[in-house]
């Protein structure tokens, strides 16, 4: 049996949408720091893209940022396409992308509401659908998804994006289910409140900061290095017999099994 306290992935390659910030950066540094080769996608700011691929290298792995839209098919496809081409393989695909807007239910428009399940949940989809498609054939390798307490409680003023979130979590069983005989483990993330680019203009009101300590039971605000250490770990071997399992990492604000 293998050191319980380490994590090797060594000559493996993951693929995460929205790498180049927050929670996927901090992911796809750990990974590189476990042994991993990363792929990743990002929307619009080449300079933080530009930085993590560097990060990545410093560390002894090869990197590719890739500008994509996770919601695109179109560009989803090439992103995978090069990522096998490049690597020849692919062990992992984490679906990090995604948008939180606030909009009220009753001013909330069509377009709003699209560009948020698309953002979140169609770009899961595709992630999903092509990473499916490479780990079939090797019958192996793990899909980790990424959901939110907003998609277990649901969230006041962005119903689009808990509704997203929940999606994700039933899409998580389901694939788990599909997929665990073809040798493919299907997990999800559930974050709650996170230091991150996303959420430093609501944290910058200082009360609304304290009362989202106040609501947690072990008082802090989580760091994106917190969340992509779950991450690391389902995508590892030390997970291997969890299959559809959501993992809350919200220091408690939300308890639910």
């Known amino acids: 049996m293998k050191d319980i306290h380490s994590i090797d992935l060594t000559g493996q390659t993951a693929l995460v949408t929205g790498g ?27 300079r933080a893209a530009e930085q993590t691929a560097a990060e990545i290298e ?41 948008v939180w807007k606030r909009a009220p239910i009753e001013e909330m428009t069509e377009e709003q509401w699209e560009e948020t399940i698309d953002s979140n949940l169609r770009s899961a989809y595709l992630v999903s659908h092509f ?11 793990s ?26 979590i039933a899409f998580t069983k389901a694939l788990a289910a599909e997929l665990g005989p073809s040798g493919i483990r299907v997990n999800c993330v559930a974050p709650g409140w996170v230091f991150t680019d ?30 992509a250490a779950v991450i690391l770990f389902l995508a590892s071997d030390l ?14 604000s939300v308890l639910c099994g």
């Open 20 to 46: 180049g910030r927050g929670i996927g950066r901090s992911t796809c540094l750990q990974l590189a720091r476990a042994g991993a080769n990363v792929a990743f996608t990002y929307r619009a700011d080449r």
């Open 58 to 98: 410093g560390l002894g792995r090869s990197a590719i940022a890739l500008q994509a839209d996770a919601a695109s098919k179109a560009d989803m496809g090439r992103v995978f396409a090069r990522t096998v081409d490049r690597f020849a393989r692919l062990d992992l695909a984490v679906a990090n992308a995604g």
């Open 131 to 141: 990473a499916a498609r490479h780990m079939k054939s090797v019958r192996s390798g």
């Open 143 to 168: 899909i980790i998804l990424i959901s939110s307490t907003a998609g277990q409680r649901g969230e006041p003023y962005y119903s689009h994006y808990a509704a997203s979130k929940g999606g994700i």
């Open 198 to 227: 996303m959420t430093a203009g609501v944290f910058a009101d200082e009360s609304f900061k304290k009362s989202v300590e106040a609501g947690t039971p072990i008082g802090r605000i989580a760091t994106p290095d917190q969340i």
């Open 239 to 252: 997970a291997s017999h969890l299959q559809g399992e959501v993992i809350n990492v919200n220091g408690g």
